[in-house]
């Protein structure tokens, strides 16, 4: 089916479409009985996000709190398997390269080495340094610097002076050098190192998060419909198990009107 025709069906069973919103950030959104396509999306991508989203639909009417919970196989294949998970989440890396977080674990690697770079300069001088250790010579020199302030954030405005006199300082932790000439080289790299840790926190909370929402069952199952839809003969290859189980249900009416679509 083309994007017309589909559409056209959706509305026919009293589903709300809209294409002219940017469906919350996504190429897509479904809610109860609505689904939004972004005005945004490119033209190849439309009738696949428009089959995920009824892939949504159907699950929702099957399992009603799934926005909440994130769904389960009981529901969707009236059993559960962990095998589920594991055939899906490779059928997702297949639907969505983004699933593979490639770009974050790259980001994450690089700040690695960095991380290794600040510790190895930092033992130049103090040889005995350990991240997991406090740096007691460091805690004692900054807490009579304006450096202090680096330690929580990458860049600071000290505001100081009257309402005429008002003086500004900016600082940062990617010119910590320059902004402190006095300070220690190593205590310089200690806090670029500390900045750099929390950036690697964040990046690792962000690939937790990102692996969460891709493994809720209703994105697996999504997403796997989305697949089929794209390439159903590899997607059978990457889920055998999963595949054989939906089929069987598909062909038995349990899925109702995807039957339709696929």
């Given amino acids: 089916m083309e994007a017309k025709e589909l559409i056209k069906y959706f509305r026919s069973l009293g589903i709300e479409v ?28 439309v009738v696949p996000t428009l089959v995920h989203e009824f892939a949504h639909y159907i699950h929702y009417k099957l399992e009603p709190d799934m926005n909440k919970t994130g ?12 095998i589920f998970e594991e055939e ?23 700040i690695k080495d960095l991380i290794k770079n600040y510790e190895s300069e930092i033992k130049i001088n103090y040889p005995k340094f350990q991240r997991s250790k ?17 330690l929580k954030y ?7 002076g009257g309402f005429f ?19 220690p080289r190593a205590f310089a790299y200690y806090i670029k190192l500390r900045s750099a840790q929390k ?22 199952f999504a997403r796997l419909v989305e697949g089929i839809y794209l390439d159903k003969e590899w997607v059978c290859a990457l889920a055998p198990y999963s595949t054989a189980c939906f089929f069987k249900l598909l062909d038995n009416g349990y899925y109702g009107e995807l039957k339709n679509i696929l």
């Fill in 18 to 45: 809209h294409t002219s919103t940017k469906a919350r950030g996504n190429l897509g959104f479904f809610l109860k009985n609505r689904i939004d396509i972004s005005k945004n999306i490119p033209p190849t991508r």
């Fill in 71 to 82: 769904g389960s196989f009981d529901v969707i294949f009236k059993e559960n398997n962990p």
């Fill in 88 to 110: 899906l989440f490779k059928v997702t890396n297949f639907v969505d390269e983004n699933s593979l977080c490639v770009k974050l674990y790259e980001h994450k690697d690089r």
């Fill in 134 to 150: 406090k740096f007691k010579e460091f805690d004692k020199y900054i807490k009579k610097s304006k450096a202090r302030y680096l």
């Fill in 154 to 160: 990458d860049r600071v405005k000290l505001i100081s």
């Fill in 165 to 183: 006199r008002k003086k500004e300082e900016i600082y940062s932790v990617a010119s910590v050098e320059n902004d402190f000439p006095e300070m």
């Fill in 199 to 220: 950036k690697q926190s964040r990046i690792s909370a962000r690939i937790n998060k990102l692996k969460k929402y891709y493994t809720k069952p209703c994105e697996l």
